[in-house]
T-cell receptor, first 114, second 117 residues
Framework: AQTVTQSQPEMSVQEAETVTLSCTYDTSESNYYLFWYKQPPSRQMILVIRQEAYKQQNATENRFSVNFQKAAKSFSLKISDSQLGDTAMYFCAFMRDSNYQLIWGAGTKLIIKP | GAVVSQHPSWVICKSGTSVKIECRSLDFQATTMFWYRQFPKQSLMLMATSNEGSKATYEQGVEKDKFLINHASLTLSTLTVTSAHPEDSSFYIC?????????????FGPGTRLLVL
């Protein structure tokens, strides 16, 4: 069975700093997707970034980028120039391409301090 | 595009009553909808997967007679919590995927807060 592990329950950084959230997963699948979702206090789930396992190039979306290490089964999220609006819970998630079900990590609470 | 709505956004009900939560895809056809439950400060727990026109598939430990899911059309799925009790109080989230260019994309509703007194 697939599992997703986020080892950092909470992180706190100053505004404008760079922060990296870690995520590891376990699977025997060869084709899959990995996601980072953000859940602000409103509790609306917001897609931050998506990575397809067959792509070696790390995904980037503006200030957000990932370090995808397939062999190590690691998928960390880097947030550059952090902003107050980045304060939220961040969830790492795994998806098999066979049933499209998301398997979630426990989440990391990120606090950006002014 | 790809907006999912949920109604109601919050509901308070008395113990023993039933509550229906609607999940709608507003601008795309949702072939699959997922229902999640989220306890405070915890991750999302998948309750069931529903495909349009067929019975929902429930995750282990989820009572299908307690949480009735209907996906009668390509834009609407409903979750009915029957004979609700205080322990059913939670945050319920739906997500939908459909006939889009990116089949792995899931779009989330804003969630429904349920409080059973």
């Amino acid at each position: 069975a697939q599992t997703v592990t986020q080892s950092q329950p909470e992180m706190s950084v100053q505004e404008a700093e760079t922060v990296t959230l870690s995520c590891t997963y376990d699977t025997s699948e060869s084709n899959y997707y990995l996601f980072w979702y953000k859940q602000p206090p409103s509790r609306q789930m917001i897609l931050v970034i998506r990575q397809e396992a067959y792509k070696q190039q790390n995904a980037t979306e503006n200030r957000f980028s990932v370090n995808f290490q397939k062999a190590a089964k690691s998928f960390s999220l880097k947030i550059s120039d952090s902003q107050l609006g980045d304060t939220a819970m961040y969830f790492c998630a795994f998806m098999r391409d066979s049933n499209y079900q998301l398997i979630w990590g426990a989440g990391t609470k990120l606090i950006i301090k002014p | 595009g790809a907006v999912v709505s949920q109604h109601p956004s919050w509901v308070i009900c008395k113990s023993g009553t039933s509550v229906k939560i609607e999940c709608r895809s507003l601008d795309f056809q949702a072939t699959t909808m997922f229902w999640y439950r989220q306890f405070p400060k915890q991750s999302l727990m998948l309750m069931a997967t529903s495909n349009e026109g067929s019975k929902a598939t429930y995750e282990q430990g989820v009572e299908k007679d307690k949480f009735l899911i209907n996906h009668a059309s390509l834009t609407l799925s409903t979750l009915t919590v029957t004979s609700a009790h205080p322990e059913d109080s939670s945050f319920y989230i739906c997500s939908a995927r459909g006939l889009l260019a990116t089949p792995e994309a899931q779009y989330f509703g804003p969630g429904t807060r349920l409080l059973v007194l």
